[in-house]
Every structure is written in structure tokens, then in C-alpha cells.
């Protein structure tokens, strides 16, 4: 139903065309809005101010390599339910994409030769992680199976925005015990209630690594509503690589955008919000190019929006208090590696987590993350060869104030300590090695335009589940946020959520 709407901007003072809305950043949050509401009419404008869409779902090429930029464990390509939100979002724009089902989601390789594989079948699972601990047996079960609660909840209801009342009151009528259980499970955190089930000391370590290596925190701080989903998806829809490289999934959005009649600017980084008397109206470039629209989104952090595009008078009383309770989680140092086929063997996994000594899970380059896309679509290297992307969480801190001698002295050692510790896991690696690229928290604050190079928001202090996290309307009128630092927060599937329901609530705003 295009043209319904006509794109009457707010004034119209430059001769640049109007917009219902425009949207700043093509990062997965960004995009999923945009082609939402692209498909019900809306003129639509995405403005980036990299090469290509994507942000942390981006990819750069390299001698024959296609490197994932972050995301690589992909969740929300199911084929049933609610919650398969990628595969939903490509739908809406009539588009799709070729997917390759992961059998594991993770193979852990923890403190004191815990070594585990968290397979794609759940029983298969359980019962892996019950030989390890079968005093635990009826504990295990119960905290997991709890964590089906919260997804059959969510798994069976539209998910839509939480701040639209009409909708609200349909999936109440709809799905009544499946609301009420949601309510229940909003202001709970996953580490309270595995301390419901489970003693063993060295199991709750492994709870904490199951829900830190994406949640960036411990059990106690993750919510429960997005442990639920993370803990039983995997089993359900799956994780799912998409071929071509996760790079794909953008662009296949971006395409869907544009037969929707929607437009995306590359090279287009918005440095100002405009505003008139209080209301967001338009944007301004870094070349000074203007635009207006209905409705401003950003999908750019809390932080770089309303500290680096706003006025420092404009930031909203709530947005101060929201920065009491959440801070910048860690960025990542990653190290993109090119190795020979024969490096690893036969039934290695696609992912892996490796930690030494429980007291490091949280340290500054402690939990190492390593992800080998090629186990699944190998044409993303040359023939023979794989790629491993490895990172591990640090902090800009650590490499600000370097000359470039030692910015490049330290990065090289840093390279080298995680080759050595990953030979733990694949021997022969330095040896294997074909091409080596290493980024640091500079690389992605620079090119993902992220404050700190953060991953995201994550709480400064236990709060109570996901109730502190904002949804997307702000304090300023005609003024929208999308992606991880709003609920439900981190995560691909989760940013695309809050894409659904941004695109959601403007539509209702602009009454289409
Ligand atoms: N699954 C995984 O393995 C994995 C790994 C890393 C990250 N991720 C996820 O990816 C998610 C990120 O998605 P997102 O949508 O919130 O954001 P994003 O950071 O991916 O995208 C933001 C986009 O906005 C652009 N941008 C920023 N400031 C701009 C400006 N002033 N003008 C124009 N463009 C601007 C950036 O270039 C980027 O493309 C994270 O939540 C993270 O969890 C997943
Ligand atoms: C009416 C009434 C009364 C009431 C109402 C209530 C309701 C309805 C409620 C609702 C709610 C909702 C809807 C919610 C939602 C949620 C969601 C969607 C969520 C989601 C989530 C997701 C997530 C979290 C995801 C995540 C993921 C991630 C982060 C990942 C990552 C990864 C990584 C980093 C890893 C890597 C690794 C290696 C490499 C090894």
C-alpha cells in the first residue's frame, strides 16, 4: 500500500525530499524498522555513514577471505513459532536467504577439563551436561526446562511493541497465560532462579560462562526473558549460518528496502538531530546535507545518540538515569585468521569457548571466543583454507594513549598471546597460519560508531531483569531509538525484535 502516505515533512526548507522517517544507521535494529515500515507504505530514508549496511552484522574481504565483522552465531532463522524474527523480517520485504543449520551450538572448553558440546538436539544436551554433573540431574532439568517456559511464551504470540495499548490488549485476549507468564518472568534474572535448582559450585560457573559469552555479564545480572530465549532457540529454530556470510543478511534487507520503494544513503554520517521547539524534525550531515522527516530513529547507541547528536542541554532526564543503571559493556579484541585446511580435524565445531581459570570469566582478554564459519559454507575462503575469527572481550581504555609504535607493538602481542592460548585448542595454529588481521576496540569504535567500541548496554549493578531496559520512544518528541541499548538488548535476534517493534509503534504514531 505505497503512497498512502505523501511525505509531508515537518517544513519543508531545503529542497532535499521529505520522509515519514528517517533512520540513522543500517545495523541490524535500523534496518529491520526501516524495511518494516517500508513494507506498509512509509517513505522511508536510511542514512549510514559506512560503505555497506550491517554495522556489527557487517563483513570486510581480504586475499580471498570474507570476514564477519561480529555477529557469527546467528539465532531467529527458524522456520516456526514467533520468534524466528530474521527469517520474518527477510519475509516482510519478500526476500530470503539460504541458511546452513549448525548441529552445536557451542563446544566449551572450561576450567579443570570441563569440556562440553551444547548440541542442537536438547535431550543430547542434557544429558552431556548430566554425566558431567549427575548429582545436578533433577536440578539441570528444572532450570532448563524453566527456560522453555519463558520461550513457549514468547514462541506463541506477534511480537510487537510493548508501548502500543490496542496491541497489548489483543495478544492479553489472545494468549492470556502466555502474558502472564511473561510478566512473571520480566523482573527476573536467569542466576536467581538456576540458584533455585542447582548447588554445585562449579555448575553455576558453567551457568555463568552459558549466559555471559553473550549476555557480556553472569547469570545474576542476565534477564530471564532473554536467557529463555538464548537457552531453548538454540534447541528450537536453531542456530543457522546464513551462506554467503552473515554479510548476506543485511543486504538481502537492503534489497527488500529498495523494491519497497525505500532509499538507503551509504557515506552518510549524521552528526546532528535538528530540532524545532524540542521536537526531532531532521538530521544534518557531516557535509552539512539536511533532511526532514516525520520521524527520526536512531539506531546508533544511547551514548553516541544523546551525547554526540543532540545538544548536551537536550539529554533527557531519563536517558541520566538510565546511565545510573547501565554502563558500556567491554568492546573486543578479534583476531580474523586465515589458516590451512589441515589444521583442524575431522568433527571440529563451528564454535567454540575456551577459558582457563574460572577467576578470569570477566577479566580483560579472559574468555576467548573463536568461530570457524567455512566448517559451514566454505566458499567464504580459498580452496584449503578456513577462517577463524577469534576475539576476547577489552576495554578502550587499555589501548588509548599509545604513539602508533606501540599501539601496533601491543596489538601484535596481544595477537600472539591468543594464538598461544588457542593452541590449547587447535596445536599447530601458529604454524597454520595464511593471513592475520587484528582489531582492536579502536577498529569497531571507528568503524561501527559505537561509544568505546561497546558491545552494548549491560547493567552496572543487579536490576531486575529486563524491566529497566527502554523501549523505543524517548524523552524527545518524534524521536526514536532501535537496536541494543533498547529492550530487550544485545543480540541479533533481539535488536531485530526491537526493530519490530519500533517500526510497530511509528506506524501506529503515524496512522498507518
Ligand atoms: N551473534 C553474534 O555473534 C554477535 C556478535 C557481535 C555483535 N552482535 C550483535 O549485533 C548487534 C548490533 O545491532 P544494532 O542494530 O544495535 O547496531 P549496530 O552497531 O550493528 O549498527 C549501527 C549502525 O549505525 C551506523 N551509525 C552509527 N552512527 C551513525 C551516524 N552518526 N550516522 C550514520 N550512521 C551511523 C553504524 O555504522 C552501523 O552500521 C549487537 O546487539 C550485538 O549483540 C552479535
Ligand atoms: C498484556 C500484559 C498484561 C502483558 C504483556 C507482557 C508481554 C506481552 C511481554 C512481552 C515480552 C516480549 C515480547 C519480550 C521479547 C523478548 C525477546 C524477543 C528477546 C530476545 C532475546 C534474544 C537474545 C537475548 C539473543 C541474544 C544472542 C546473542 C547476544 C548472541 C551473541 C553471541 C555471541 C557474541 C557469541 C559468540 C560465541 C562464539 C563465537 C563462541
Known amino acids: 500500500m505505497r503512497g498512502t502516505l505523501t511525505a509531508i515533512a515537518s517544513k519543508n526548507k531545503t529542497n532535499s525530499p521529505n520522509y515519514d522517517v528517517i533512520v540513522i544507521g543500517s545495523g541490524m535494529g535500523g534496518l529491520v524498522t526501516a524495511t518494516q515500515l517500508a513494507a506498509k507504505g512509509a517513505k522511508v530514508l536510511v542514512l549510514e555513514k559506512y560503505l555497506i549496511p550491517g554495522g556489527s552484522a557487517g563483513y570486510f574481504e581480504r586475499e580471498g577471505y570474507r570476514f564477519d565483522v561480529g555477529a557469527s552465531m546467528i539465532f531467529g532463522f527458524g522456520t516456526q513459532g514467533t520468534t524466528n524474527l530474521l527469517t520474518r523480517a527477510l519475509e516482510a520485504v519478500n526476500v530470503s536467504l539460504e541458511t546452513i543449520p549448525d548441529p552445536v551450538q557451542i563446544h566449551y ?35 532448563y526446562d524453566e527456560c522453555w517456559q519463558v520461550f513457549n511464551c514468547l514462541n506463541a504470540m ?151 547528536l543532540l545538544p548536551p542541554e537536550m539529554m533527557p532526564k531519563s536517558e541520566q538515569k538510565w546511565q545510573q543503571r547501565y554502563q558500556k559493556s567491554p568492546s573486543f579484541l578479534s583476531l580474523h585468521l586465515g589458516v590451512k585446511a589441515d589444521l583442524l580435524p575431522p568433527g571440529t565445531e563451528c564454535h567454540h569457548i575456551l577459558l582457563e581459570d574460572w577467576d578470569n ?27 577463524i575469527h577469534t576475539f576476547t572481550p577489552s576495554w578502550i581504555e587499555q589501548w588509548q594513549g599509545l604513539s602508533p609504535q606501540n599501539y601496533q607493538k601491543q596489538k601484535d602481542e596481544a595477537a600472539s598471546r591468543l594464538i598461544e592460548r588457542l593452541e590449547r585448542i587447535f596445536p599447530g595454529l601458529n604454524q597454520a597460519l595464511d593471513y592475520e588481521e587484528v582489531g582492536t576496540p579502536r577498529t569497531h569504535r571507528r568503524f561501527l560508531g559505537r561509544d568505546g567500541g561497546t558491545y552494548g548496554p549491560i547493567p552496572g549493578r543487579k536490576l531486575a531483569g529486563l524491566l529497566g531496559m527502554p523501549f523505543n520512544r524517548t524523552a524527545i518528541a518524534g524521536l526514536y ?4 541499548s533498547t529492550f530487550p538488548g544485545q543480540g541479533l535476534n533481539a535488536v531485530a525484535f526491537s526493530g519490530f517493534a519500533c517500526g510497530h509503534r511509528i506506524a501506529v504514531d503515524l496512522g498507518l
Open 109 to 143: 572448553h572450561l576450567p579443570q577439563g570441563l569440556d562440553l558440546k551444547v548440541h542442537r538436539d536438547y535431550e543430547k544436551f542434557l544429558e552431556e551436561l548430566i554425566a558431567k554433573f549427575p548429582q545436578e540431574k533433577a536440578g539441570i532439568r528444572r532450570f
Open 158 to 308: 506477534e511480537l510487537l511493541s510493548l508501548e502500543e495499548p490496542r496491541y497489548l490488549m489483543r495478544v492479553f485476549f489472545q494468549h492470556p497465560f502466555a502474558c502472564l507468564g511473561l510478566v512473571k518472568y520480566l523482573p527476573q534474572n536467569a542466576g536467581d532462579i538456576a540458584r533455585r535448582y542447582i548447588r554445585d559450585p562449579e555448575l553455576l560457573k558453567f551457568i555463568d560462562m552459558e549466559c555471559y559469552c553473550w549476555s557480556v555479564v553472569p547469570a545474576d545480572r542476565t534477564p530471564m526473558i532473554n536467557a529463555g530465549m538464548v537457552f531453548s532457540d538454540r534447541h528450537y529454530g536453531g542456530i543457522n549460518y546464513p551462506k554467503g556470510g552473515v554479510g548476506q543478511i543485511p543486504q538481502k534487507l537492503v534489497e527488500g528496502l529498495e523494491k519497497a520503494g525505500g532509499e538507503i544513503h551509504y557515506k552518510a554520517r549524521v552528526t546532528k538531530i535538528l530540532l524545532e521547539k524540542g521536537k526531532a524534525v531532521g538530521v544534518q550531515l557531516a557535509n552539512g546535507q539536511q533532511f526532514y522527516a516525520k520521524r527520526i530513529v536512531s539506531n546508533a547507541t544511547r551514548w553516541d545518540t544523546f551525547e554526540k
Open 361 to 387: 570469566m570477566e577479566a580483560e582478554q579472559g574468555t576467548i571466543f573463536v568461530s570457524i564459519p567455512t566448517l559451514l559454507d566454505p566458499s567464504l575462503a580459498p580452496p584449503d583454507h578456513h577462517i
Open 481 to 484: 531509538c532501535v537496536g541494543d
